[in-house]
């Protein structure tokens, strides 16, 4: 007996269908794009990741047992995706790669400050944008731990386990990027 998809119920998961995924798609491809920006850096590894995701994804369908959403299901095939492909490019291409980038932290810009803007909106612009440039200073490793963690939401060995590091590892570099973005962000905190 096939086992219920638990995010929707209405249908067996072993019967997923092209139209499952293009409407997962359509729901979550932005934000899947993004968290893949947030990581690689670079737009057009972003593109390759989530295509990457997607595409494994696809092949491994009938491995989804309707234990997560199906959009949580690809998200995390996708962020994978872009791990894997920063391990393969490892020859500096991504140093390079944030010009133009505008939103590397996977936060949208701060828009142009319209006139009779309320204060608070254009100050929260100014403070996405100063913690981007601080996340930008992270090493990328630094960078991959903290979005893991405090953008992603992962775990602490599941974040191990994918960068091939020990937990305390992990910690340590979770350690240095706040460190880092809370001096890089002082002004902010004393409410300057």
């Given amino acids: 007996m096939p086992k219920l998809d638990m995010a929707n119920h209405e249908r067996p998961v072993d019967t997923l269908s092209g139209v499952d995924f293009h409407e997962a798609l359509q729901r979550s491809g932005d934000r899947w794009y993004w968290a893949c920006l947030s990581i690689t850096r670079s737009p057009a590894l972003a593109e390759d990741a989530v295509q990457n995701g997607l595409l494994l994804a696809w092949r491994k369908r009938r491995q989804f047992n309707g234990t ?70 992270l090493t990328e490793y630094e960078r991959i731990c903290f979005v893991l963690k405090h953008v992603e939401e992962w775990r602490l060995r599941e974040i191990a386990a994918e960068t091939e590091n020990s937990v305390n590892s992990v910690k340590q570099a979770l350690f240095r990027a706040l460190k880092k973005l809370r001096v890089g962000l002082a002004d902010w905190r004393m409410g300057s």
Avoid: C, M
């Avoid at 997560?68 to 872009?82: D, G, K, M, P, S």
């Avoid at 936060?107 to 996340?135: M, R």
């Fill in 68 to 137: 997560a959403a199906l959009e949580t299901w690809i998200h995390r095939i996708v962020v994978n995706a872009a791990l894997q492909l920063l391990r393969g490019d490892k020859a500096g291409s991504i140093v390079g790669a944030t010009a133009g980038v505008s939103s590397a932290a996977g936060f949208d810009p701060p828009g142009p400050v319209e006139p009779g803007t309320p204060p608070e909106a254009h100050a929260g612009g100014e403070l996405l944008s100063a913690l981007e440039q601080e996340i930008n200073t």
